[in-house]
């Protein structure tokens, strides 16, 4: 993986960088010693380091408005970070960039009830949004299974879902309105506690752009009431083909779980050795949500049954309490620790049109006899999110390129499949180089046109999501006047 | 009007433009624009649909029946529940599934079920220079690059033009009901129709008649499960007025078909405005509107306002956090006062910058958003 050489002139303005920038901001907020800026050298996606030249961390809008103005007059590129939670290189630093991080920036600015709407900084983290809101029984619907650690702002760079999209969407669906920086450090306003903002929907292109477009500083996000209960169910497959069969029947049964979660064999096994959930070894488990009240969940799931019956299921465990409930989420939610107490692994998350599952995980498990690594599989069946987990060793050298390479035909399939690179990841460093797989060149310039608009300069994040030989000649910036 | 047969047409079409277009599907949601007119209703007929997976690709211009017919066929639908505009507006053609996205056309159901522009999970269009471009797809989750399918729903036709749409559908529930609760005024209304959605009940419509004198709640799935849901949603709202439940289910849809396609205001003089609002402004908002008849759905958070030709409904509106849109006016009206409200300079700028990216001779409905 390639990034842009460091500008050497930015590197040299340094000092006066940073003199300008202690200016607007607390001392304590202003981070240039080098032992201390390697902190912010990588994200989750810890195979790329780079420590940035500086990193800042505002306390307001206004302070990341007089940040941005600053950079941007000196030429100077700029990184956005939530939490640095991206799986995907999303806040992966140059070394001639400045990080700007938010997480000071976590105050609920708003919560409203009536209107069902919680106004945010978006440093603030994910799971504590909800937390603000729960003492009446409200929740922020989209979770990504980081959502301890990230940061709402990082929710909407990358458009975030979670296990439950299914019923509550993702990040884009729930985002109301936010306060966004430009480059150049004009504030927009753009929505609020209406639904659809006026205008064209630029809610709908700032949330996923990755950080390239504006420094999101605040949001007003959409809470709903908690549903009275939910109870998950277990099945268990000799075949995922079945299992696929028997998720298409639900849904075309009109039954709309809130969360679909696939386990294939590989992944069962591990999670079982690590988390002892009582798991049957099979070759597809299927763990189904759904909610209501009591009758409306017994409801449900005799429709599930009788549905799931008709596909010869090894095993079919309901929840008679929140104890067994517990259980049968306990592997899954373990899953990724499971992977990472035995092997590194990397995590790709690209969706196909759920038809495709049975052709997809043939060929997956082709590929991996190829490429020598295994590969666990777990997904979101309802929305054909896969996470198809690449085991390697990190010590053996050479087994992180052939995971890479791995990776990239599984991400290939899923394009010729019909779906995508990514579904809730993002691009970041990651797929960057495989968009080309995705869209035709005259698809990604349409792409660049809009950051053209927002940063004309490309000074945020800038060697994200596009492969670099299409972004070089818009990044090959002018030097700052001296 | 020029009516290409397909995508290659639709392209042809605007590179040879040397004037502006009028962008159109079925011609039945805007009316009174300059330039000759560009229709894709040549361009139809449903190209994939997997009910399975809840996703559906067709034409732009495959009439909404159409999709809907096979949607039905399936036991499934448009859970946006797009309005139909040819009464409001005194419109005819047929209404097309791309003017239902370009317009992103939400219901009353865009409360609990989210806008069109939720489910619209890929397009291509065809942009100022005549190039096809692609962006989505037709899965539901999807954040590879910039989320252009976002942009282009809402955009009028000011950006591209549809040649292809996909969209995620749901299934239909089993039945539907509606409780109609007996209350004085707006305020009370949208106090009721409040603790409605912030039940745990699902409601998937949220109205309030003043003709009716009626806040007015819809919900539905599984019959025990909307039978379970009125009985809990009668007893919280007992408080707010006597509450009546309507269980006959085909009673309940046209009761929500006509609010959705703002029957009441049908054949009645007038300009006619659309206000999205905070939905506890309303009341305040709408008494400011000095309106001749209203409307209020999405919990209050919509307000549809009949007022006297030529009224600048804005300057009576003042301020608040939404905005209002001419939907209905004389050209003149039209004209002066703009369909869209104006946004602020920076938001403004930005918008304009977006269009002469995406049109740079300026030739899609010129004018329509600024």
């Not at chain 2, 992103?104 to 100022?128: E, K, M, T, W």
């Amino acid at each position: 993986m390639q990034m842009p050489q460091p500008d050497a002139s930015v590197l040299a303005r340094k000092d006066r960088l940073v003199a300008r920038l202690s200016q607007v901001l607390a001392p304590d907020a202003l981070i240039h010693d080098p032992a201390e800026t390697r902190a912010y050298e990588c994200d989750a996606l810890t195979a790329y380091k780079c420590a940035p030249m500086l990193a800042v961390l505002p306390r307001s809008t206004r302070e990341v408005a007089d940040v941005l103005r600053i950079c941007h007059e000196e030429g100077v590129p700029v990184v956005p970070r939530g939490s640095g939670t991206s799986l995907a290189g999303g806040a992966l630093p140059t070394a001639d960039s400045v990080i700007l991080g938010v997480a000071r920036m976590n105050a609920v600015l708003e919560t409203d009830f009536d209107n069902r709407i919680i106004r945010v900084q978006t440093g603030r983290t994910n799971l504590s949004v909800t937390g603000a809101v729960e003492e009446e029984d409200f929740f922020y619907a989209p979770d990504p299974s980081s959502q301890l650690a990230c940061a709402i702002a990082g929710n909407i760079g990358m458009n975030s879902g979670g296990a439950h999209c299914l019923k509550y969407g993702v990040t884009t669906n729930n985002l109301m309105g936010v306060t966004l920086v430009l480059m150049d450090g004009t504030v927009l306003e753009i929505g609020g506690a209406h639904l659809d903002a006026g205008g064209l929907d630029l809610l709908g292109v700032i949330c996923g752009s990755e950080g390239q477009l504006g420094v999101v500083t605040e949001a007003t996000l959409r809470i709903l009431r908690k549903p009275e209960g939910a109870r998950p169910v277990l099945m268990g497959f000799d075949d995922s083909e079945v299992a696929g069969a028997c998720v298409s029947d639900i849904i075309k049964a009109g039954v709309l779980p809130v969360a679909i979660e696939f386990m294939d064999r590989p992944c069962i096994r591990a999670t079982e050795a690590f988390a002892h959930a009582g798991y049957p070894d099979c070759e597809a488990l299927l763990i189904i949500e759904v909610e209501g009240s009591d009758p409306e969940i017994a409801h449900q799931l005799t429709l599930i049954k009788e549905i799931a019956a008709r596909h010869d299921p090894v095993e079919f465990r309901e929840a008679a309490d929140a104890d067994e409930a517990g259980r049968i989420w306990l592997g899954r939610k373990s899953a990724f620790g499971a992977m990472g107490q035995i092997n590194d692994y990397m995590c790709l998350d690209g969706t196909i049109p759920v038809s495709s599952l049975p052709m997809v995980l043939r060929r997956i498990g082709e590929m991996s006899k190829d490429f020598g690594l295994d590969v666990a599989n777990v997904f979101h069946a309802g929305d054909g999110n896969m996470h198809p987990l690449i085991l390697f060793d990190a010590n053996k050298p050479g087994d992180l390129e052939t995971c890479e390479a791995f990776g990239a035909e599984i991400l290939k399939l899923c394009v010729e499949a019909g779906g995508c690179l990514t579904g809730e990841h993002g691009v970041g460093v990651e797929k960057r180089d495989l968009m080309l797989h995705q869209y035709d060149p005259v698809d990604l310039e349409a792409q660049l046109t809009v950051k053209d608009v927002f940063d004309p300069a490309w000074l945020l994040n800038p060697a994200k999501v596009f492969p670099l030989q299409v972004t070089e000649a818009r990044r090959a910036r002018p030097l700052a006047a001296e | 009007m020029m009516t290409p047969k397909d995508e290659a047409e639709l392209g042809e079409a605007v590179r040879q433009a040397k004037a502006p277009l009028a962008i159109r599907g079925g011609g039945t949601r805007l009316t009174g624009l300059a330039g000759e007119a560009l229709s894709v209703s040549g361009l139809s007929g449903i190209t994939l649909y997997e009910p399975g997976a809840l996703t559906m690709v067709a034409q732009a211009g495959t009439p909404l029946a159409e999709v809907e017919a096979a949607l039905a066929a399936e036991n499934q639908r448009l859970a946006f529940e797009p309005m139909d505009h040819r009464g409001l507006l005194g419109t005819e053609g047929v209404p097309t599934i791309g003017g239902v996205f370009a317009a992103n056309v939400s219901g009353p159901r865009r409360v609990q079920a989210g806008a069109a522009r939720d489910f619209l999970l890929g397009v291509r269009y065809i942009d100022g220079m005549g190039q096809a471009i692609k962006n989505g797809g037709r899965v539901m989750k999807n954040v590879t690059g910039y989320d252009l399918v976002k942009l282009m729903a809402g955009s009028w036709g000011t950006l591209g033009v549809l040649s292809e749409v996909s969209f995620k559908v749901l299934p239909r529930p089993e039945t539907e009901a509606t409780l109609r609760v007996a209350v004085d005024g707006a305020a009370a209304a949208v106090r009721a129709l409040s603790v409605a959605l912030g039940s745990p009940f699902e409601v998937s419509g949220a109205a309030y008649d003043p003709d009716q004198g009626a806040a007015l709640l819809r919900i539905e799935g599984f019959a025990p499960s909307v039978s379970y849901r009125a009985g809990r949603l009668s007893a919280l709202l007992g408080a707010s007025g006597a509450v009546e439940l309507v269980e006959d289910a085909a009673t309940s849809a046209a009761l929500w078909a006509a609010l959705r396609d703002v029957a009441p205001f049908r054949g009645q003089s007038g300009d006619v405005w659309r206000l999205s609002c905070k939905p506890s402004q309303a009341p305040e908002l709408a008494a400011r509107l000095k309106a001749e008849a209203l409307l209020f759905d999405w919990g209050g958070g919509l307000i549809w306002a009949r007022v006297p030709e030529g009224t600048d409904l804005r300057a009576r509106a003042g301020s608040y956090d939404g905005h209002a849109t001419l939907m209905r006016a004389a050209p003149e009206t039209r004209a002066r006062l703009g369909m869209f409200q104006p946004q602020p300079a920076p938001l403004a700028a930005i918008a304009a910058g977006l269009r002469a990216k995406f049109d740079p001779r300026g030739i899609f409905n010129p004018g329509l958003m600024g």
